[in-house]
């Protein structure tokens, strides 16, 4: 393979399930200073209205006896792997905790992407619904709790249309083909790595899923979850890093880096007599372990044994 094909036989996909904001507009809704400057374009109306164009929901009178599920913008911030905004998206979410376990059909849902059950929304900030009308939803929505095994249940059974197949050992890893024709997808949620000797069986791929969903193409890959990938050609080699995210995890947590490490750990002694933190101390350590995890599961298996005694 050239280096002008190393270039190409990682692609990196990510299916648009909500849509850009700006933060600028979000803010008068959410009390929110923005940290970007950005050009006002769109606001929640117009967001909403995209939604229901796209058949998301009816708006009607809310039936008797039924209740209703709460919802709420919530802005995301998206970074590259040095932690950089890049852009502002918004999601609109269904409070899931409102949701009545008695109006949901949980198996028929694990079987549908299109909700067969009946849901109503209470109608969100920045939508003109006349007084008394609700929303009844017609598709799965970012917060419902059925929502994430529609999206698993619609993204495998498209896959499988195209000859791909799940791995047993990892669901979210797919293959297809053999020898230098073998494709590979690897999947969270709705960002998708591709990886294949072949160029062209990447672009046609990339094409399968484009064709089926909104996407973004972004090309060769830099990052993925947070880590940062870097390509040397020259060697042939490809890298991980979460060197951001350290650092940033380094200022929170520590007043000073200290100068001398041990590895795999230093001698330490933990009195596990008795109260010996508060439980915001707890929650604390908790988070720091699990940032550690992160790193130790992805990019650093050598300090895997210190995180996970301390764990």
């Not at 648009?16 to 600028?24: A, I, R, V, Y």
């Not at 791909?164 to 999947?187: D, Q």
């Not at 951001?244 to 933990?270: C, F, G, H, N």
Request: net charge negative.
């Amino acid at each position: 393979m050239t280096n002008k094909e190393d270039a190409k036989n990682l692609g990196y996909l990510e299916v648009n399930l909500f849509d850009e904001m700006d933060q600028g507009s979000l803010s008068e809704y959410m009390d929110m200073e923005p940290t970007v400057n950005m050009d006002e374009s769109q606001d929640l109306e117009a967001l909403t209205n995209r939604l229901e164009a796209m058949g998301m929901w009816e708006v009607m009178d809310l039936p008797p006896g039924m209740n209703t599920v709460d919802t709420k913008w919530v802005l995301e911030v998206k970074t590259d792997a040095n932690l950089v905004p890049t852009k502002f998206k918004a999601r609109l979410m269904a409070r899931g905790f409102t949701q009545r376990e008695d109006l949901v059909d949980v198996k028929q849902a694990y079987l549908n992407l299109n909700l067969h059950h009946n849901i109503y929304l209470k109608p969100p900030i920045g939508t003109k619904v006349p007084p008394g009308k609700v929303f009844k939803l017609k598709k799965g929505l970012y917060g419902l709790k059925q929502s994430g095994q529609e999206w698993n249940t619609e993204m495998d059974s498209h896959f499988q249309r195209i000859g791909f197949h799940c791995m047993p050992s990892t669901p979210c890893l797919y293959m297809r083909g053999t020898g230098n024709g073998i494709t590979v997808i690897t999947a969270y949620v709705n960002d998708m790595l591709i990886a294949s000797p072949s160029c062209k069986e990447v672009d046609r791929t990339k094409s399968e899923i484009m064709n089926k969903w909104g996407m973004e193409d972004n090309g060769r890959i830099k990052e993925f979850l947070g880590i940062k990938i870097t390509w040397d050609q020259t060697q042939r080699s490809i890298s991980l890093d979460l060197t951001a995210y350290i650092k940033a995890m380094v200022s929170k947590w520590l007043q000073r880096v200290t100068e001398k490490s041990w590895v795999p750990m230093q001698d330490i002694t933990v009195s596990t007599r008795g109260n010996i933190c508060s439980p915001s101390q707890s929650k604390e350590y908790q988070e720091l372990m699990g940032q550690h995890l992160w790193i130790s599961n992805t990019v650093q298996p050598d300090i895997s044994f210190t995180v996970g005694t301390l764990a």
